[in-house]
């Protein structure tokens, strides 16, 4: 008989029972059991007073836990009192002692719960799967339960700590003692939050008895860096060294090492290990804040090398959010303790964390005590940095190929303009970048550092390895240098060992100057630096924080002088700022997942192998239209020879005709019955999508896409410009903000709500107002609502009460008070505080009043509204800061029906 022909509880205990045997488990009916078959032995309707319990585990022929099964989709958690009463009901003469039986799961087909009811407070958690039998026959021979441990922890040895540091680990190990499964430490950059994870491991190893911890870091040489920390590490009153005590294994393609106690590693290594896929070490080098978002989940399925028991603790470091979201089942997978460390936590990463905040050192309070130093922005605008430029027709420029760099020149048959945005993506400005470190080079000995005669060691951050060479090159050409002097350090530094020259400009006079791309971006220390110089725009707050720690560590003036002879004291590092990036609209991490992004490579594989939705044609339709107008005469012709005569635009026509509803009523009556049209639409799809069966066409376009030749703008001038605000320059923004809000009102859905136009829907939405901005940013208008904002400061300052708060929310804001609707210009969520209130006092007089749980989601709802103009039923799932608190259901058993309204009304009260 098929398994969907089970009943729901049969299905629920088929898979068990694979699970068990997978988890190294003997399956047995009560009528064949044999306890001496092996270790751990699972029966099958066990007898006790209370009833069959649906699986009796023994270990070494002892009875020791149970399980209860349910169907799929069951909610688990009241059925672990029923799951308690078998086990005391359980035959008196198999129970030898007191809590000898003590392991209980209540398991579904897609969930399980388990709890040892030896630990102090007994609570069930989820887990992946089964506990092996091996680890269960260790638990019971130990004198007491992790746990249990937790419990008498002796004090911190203090010697050489920080205050921040003791904190911190008293903090997070209250949290485990406490059963907290997740805690988070906000923790400055350059305040040692890996030392306070050596102490932590050190002191759980030692003496709660956990067998092993992984420690989680962005990327391959952060992972080195870290392990290396781990080595050298004293433990305090030891005498020895951490390597002398316990084994540190940085994980690699061989797999864990099973007598390793600290196992350091990036998240996309240890999904390799578990599933056996492999991943080259280059891989590892990127850091997740630089990789295209993935387009899907990474799951895991179990590992009986691995199992979910291997790690009591893991530890995850400044990783991008993308591990609590992408790759969560891979943390989900151990059960173990998380301990996330960062200097800037998003609202994702608090999600994750249950809001478990447990300890705060910020960025202030470091420099305050003397941990980092503070910075000052140096701000440079340069003419075409700010604008963008034009080179007429009938100009030769020369064109990379960005595979080979092989240079061939073109001549413009037309006027060739590009925007700000495009500078060093498309078209690469070599005047434009010479301008700018022209300006440093220049204003370093007289704005900057008045009395030096040494660069400083500067670290210039640049879009890609081909902006990073571009940019070095001109360095060494400003300053009039050798190589020795500038370095570009990146993953692909060609017959150079980039680790080494991270040493080197570390440790060494030489380089002065580095060009890096994002390996020194995060995590790595460089103490001796002094200047930050940001030729590329970051749109992460929290990646841009983390660029920004590159210069605020301390240094001793002897050690700083080591390397920068005539430096007095590094008392704070300077930001230059050439793209805006102290002025750009961040991101704040959205809780709410919006649409991934595919790669082109993926899409195009994934249409060959049968991928057939209107999104997918859509968008590579799209993709190749992009495509097309970048390509020279002799890829387009390459093209058409590939697909049997069919170029980029026939292709790209060919998708869209495959889902136009248009192009197909001509090809089947409108009144035609369904069937009919079904077959006809999935006919023109298969025909369009055939010509990508080919996989000579599919590498064709991959390479040509990958070529994406760049344009090189040999013939503009640049100039700085005032980097002032002028009266006059605030006039012109806040002019150019009112002609575009005149011309587009009558366009933009945003606007049409905001102006309250009568044919305007309700309610703004947040794909409604990043409509709006991404309208702003285009030619000819190009502005950014910090620049707005602050122009009206300019003008207006009685009337700007406070700064924007860096979310879409401030663009609302900047029209409500530039077309009349308020009379003074500050932020949503300092607006919506009042408001909020006041709603509350309205709700009260009205008879309605709140508890204190209710309360603490209403806020929580009030502050996503603050961030995100609106807020949806289905914003419940997915956002972490509800997730966290048990989501849609537990706000439909909080405010029952009420709740979509409530929703309207909220956003209707907070954000009308």
Same mark, same amino acid.
């Given at each position: ?85 078998? &086990? ?63 419990? *008498? ?108 106690? &600290? ?375 390459? &093209? ?66 990958? *070529? ?109 008070? *530039? ?94």
């Amino acid at each position: 008989m098929s398994e969907t022909a089970f009943h729901p509880e049969d299905k629920a205990r088929s898979s068990i029972d694979r699970r068990l045997v997978g988890c190294g488990w003997l399956v047995q009916s009560r009528d064949d059991m044999n306890l001496g078959a092996g270790l751990g032995v699972a029966v099958r309707e066990f007898q006790t007073a209370s009833g069959p319990v649906d699986y009796a585990l023994f270990v070494g022929r002892r009875l020791c836990g149970v399980i209860e099964a349910k169907a799929g989709g069951t909610t688990l958690s009241g059925f672990a009192e029923q799951a308690e009463r078998y &086990i005391a009901h359980l035959p008196r003469h198999l129970v030898r002692e007191e809590g000898q039986v003590r392991f209980e799961y209540v398991a579904s087909a897609t969930e399980t719960l388990f709890r040892d009811h030896a630990d102090p407070a007994p609570a069930s958690r989820r887990v992946f799967t089964f506990h092996r039998p091996e680890t269960l026959e260790r638990w019971l021979k130990e004198p007491a339960t992790l746990r249990g441990r937790l419990q *008498a922890l002796p004090a911190v040895v203090t010697d050489g700590l920080r205050a921040c540091q003791i904190d911190a680990v008293a903090a997070l190990e209250k949290s485990m003692a406490e059963n907290r499964p997740r805690a988070l430490v906000q923790m400055a950059t350059g305040a040692g939050k890996t030392f306070t994870a050596c102490t932590l491991s050190y002191r759980l190893l030692a003496h709660a008895g956990f067998k092993r911890i992984l420690f989680l870091a962005d990327r391959a040489n952060l992972v080195r860096q870290t392990r290396d920390e781990y080595l050298a590490y004293r433990p305090p009153g030891t005498g020895r060294s951490f390597s002398e005590i316990y084994n540190v294994q940085k994980l690699g393609p061989a797999g864990l090492d099973k007598d390793a106690q &600290i196992v350091v590693a990036t998240i996309q290594r240890v999904y390799s290990v578990l599933t056996g896929k492999e991943l080259s070490e280059e891989d590892e080098e990127g850091s997740a804040f630089e990789a295209p978002r993935a387009d899907a989940e990474r799951l895991v399925a179990y590992n009986p090398a691995i199992p979910i028991e291997t790690f009591d603790l893991v530890i995850t470091d400044e990783c991008h959010r993308s591990i609590y979201g992408t790759w969560r089942q891979v943390l989900d997978y151990f059960d173990a303790f998380t301990v996330g460390l960062t200097a800037t936590p998003s609202l994702h990463t608090l999600g994750f964390f249950g809001r478990n905040l447990v300890a705060q050192y910020p960025y202030e309070r470091s420099v305050v005590d003397g941990v980092n130093v503070g910075f000052e922005i140096f701000r440079i605008r340069t003419e075409i940095g700010e604008r963008g430029s034009t080179v007429k027709a009938g100009y030769d420029l020369p064109v990379r190929d960005k595979r080979t760099r092989a240079e061939r020149y073109e001549t413009l048959s037309e006027d060739f303009s590009y925007t700000p945005d495009e500078i060093d993506r498309t078209v690469l400005v070599p005047n434009q970048i010479r301008t700018v470190l022209e300006t440093y080079r220049d204003t370093l000995f007289t704005e900057l550092f008045p009395g030096r005669s040494e660069v400083p060691k500067t670290l210039i951050f640049a879009k890609d390895d081909h902006h990073a060479e571009e940019i070095t090159l001109i360095v060494r050409e400003v300053f009039g240098k050798g190589n020795d002097f500038a370095k570009k350090i990146t993953y692909k530094t060609d017959g150079a060992d980039p680790e080494g020259l991270i040493r080197s400009f570390r440790n060494d006079y030489n380089p002065r100057i580095a060009v890096t791309v994002d390996m020194i971006a995060t995590g790595t220390d460089v103490k001796p630096l002094e200047v930050l110089i940001f030729l590329r725009d970051v749109r992460s707050e929290l990646y841009f924080e983390q660029m920004k720690g590159r210069g605020a560590r301390t240094i001793s003036p002897e050690k700083l002088r080591e390397v920068t002879p005539d430096a007095e004291a590094k008392t704070r590092f300077v930001l230059i700022d050439a793209v805006g990036v102290s002025e750009s609209l961040k991101t704040v991490s959205q809780p709410l997942e919006r649409d991934r992004k595919i790669g082109f490579d993926k899409l195009i594989d994934e249409i060959a192998a049968g991928r057939r939705d209107d999104d997918a044609f859509a968008t590579l339709a799209a993709r190749l239209a992009a495509l097309d107008r970048r390509i020279g005469d002799k890829d387009r012709a390459a &093209i058409v020879k590939a697909s049997g005569g069919v170029d980029l635009a026939g292709l790209a026509s060919r998708l869209l005709d495959a889902i136009d509803p248009d192009v197909l009523a001509g090809r089947v009556p409108a009144d035609a019955p369904a069937p009919e049209q079904t077959k006809a639409k999935d006919a023109a799809k298969e025909g369009a999508a055939a010509l990508f069966d080919d996989p000579a066409l599919r590498r064709l376009l991959k390479e040509v896409k990958a *070529a994406a030749d760049i344009r090189i703008d040999t013939i503009s001038t640049d100039a700085v410009v005032s980097s002032g605000w002028d009266a006059g320059k605030a006039a012109d923004t806040v002019d150019r903000f009112k002609r575009f809000l005149d011309e587009r009102r009558d366009e933009l859905v945003a606007l049409q709500i905001l102006y309250r136009l009568p044919y305007a829907q309700r309610r703004l939405t947040y794909d409604a107002v990043d409509d709006l901005r991404e309208a702003l940013k285009r030619p000819p208008w190009l502005l950014e609502p910090i620049d707005i904002w602050r122009a009206y400061k300019r003008l207006s300052a009685e009337k700007v009460r406070g700064n924007p708060a860096g979310t879409l929310a401030d663009i609302v804001m900047l029209v409500r008070y *530039a077309i009349g609707e308020a009379e003074s210009l500050e932020s949503l969520p300092a607006v919506i505080a009042g408001r909020f209130n006041l709603w509350l006092g309205r709700e009260e007089k009205a008879g309605r009043t709140y508890t204190d749980e209710q309360r603490s989601w209403l806020m929580a709802i009030r502050d996503h509204i603050g961030v995100n103009v609106e807020i949806r039923p289905e914003d419940m799932m997915d956002a972490p800061e509800f997730s966290g608190r048990g989501g849609i259901v537990k706000a439909r058993a909080l405010f029952g029906a009420r709740l979509p309204g409530l929703l309207d009304e909220l956003t209707e009260a907070l954000v009308a």
